[in-house]
């Protein structure tokens, strides 16, 4: 089992001078943060549609192992709701591979809260993801939590996303061989640190199970460089796992 553990976006102002160094120069916060960590989510692709230029100015600055996890523009997500969204979401997953190449991780997709389940809509995402990709779905909406939607994204490869966010079921969902986690803060949105204990309890759920090989966790508490601490912190652990576990234990990185 490979671990990729970051943070949701990495230009937040309020970094400096507890992340980043005060004197560091903007252009340069990238190249700091992809020395501490080996993952990424793009989370400005949501609000814009990525321009093929930073995503190769990033691809040539960041490590060799280094992996990006990117955001559907909510225009496909939210306005358009993946309705006459074929030729918009193709160039999407286009500029992305182009410029991403073998750096390329999952892609995110996150629905809106308005969005219930209901076996139209599944199939609709269904319909319109690239298999070739490694295709994720984040939902907002407590209904889309059961057995039938993860069975049904299983088969077609598509991973669903576990979240720690407010109101919402926190579990560990693991339908694919990929799982992938997003840290909202919780109780306060964006903002609350998670405890070591609460961490701690999040890799237990995963550490013996045989079906999972890749795990991305996201950290998306920003405000005041909560999601950095919590990364850190996870980082650190699961590097020392991997160090005292046994043979055949599935800690790696």
């Excluded at 199970?209 to 950290?219: L, S």
């Amino acid at each position: 089992m490979k671990w990729k553990i970051g943070c949701s976006g990495f230009h937040y102002e309020d970094w400096q001078g507890i992340f980043y160094p005060a004197d560091l120069a903007r252009n340069k916060w990238f190249e700091h943060y992809s020395k501490e960590f080996k993952t990424l989510e793009l989370n400005v692709t949501f609000y814009r549609f990525p321009q093929l230029k930073f995503l190769q100015d990033w691809y040539t600055k960041s490590q060799k192992e280094f992996r990006f996890s990117v955001k559907v523009p909510r225009q496909i997500t939210h306005f358009k709701q993946l309705k006459e969204s074929e030729a918009l979401l193709k160039d999407f997953y286009d500029v992305i591979r182009k410029g991403l190449k073998n750096k390329l991780g999952p892609v995110l997709f996150q629905f809106p809260p308005s969005i219930h389940y209901s076996k139209e809509f599944l199939q609709r995402i269904i319909d319109n993801v690239d298999p070739s990709f490694k295709n994720v779905v984040e939902f907002r909406h407590h209904s889309w939590w059961n057995g039938e939607v993860y069975t049904q994204l299983a088969k077609h490869k598509i991973t669903f996303c576990g979240i720690s966010y407010p109101n919402l079921p926190a579990d560990v969902i693991q339908n694919t061989s990929v799982v992938y986690y997003r840290f909202h803060g919780v109780p306060e949105l964006y903002r609350s640190e998670y405890a070591q204990e609460d961490l701690e309890n999040f890799v237990m759920d995963l550490h013996e199970t045989t079906k999972v090989k890749d795990v991305y966790v996201y950290f998306n508490n920003t405000i005041q460089a909560a999601a950095i601490r919590n990364a850190e912190w996870l980082n650190e652990y699961v590097r020392e796992l991997k160090e005292i576990a046994p043979d055949g234990m599935v800690f790696g990185f």
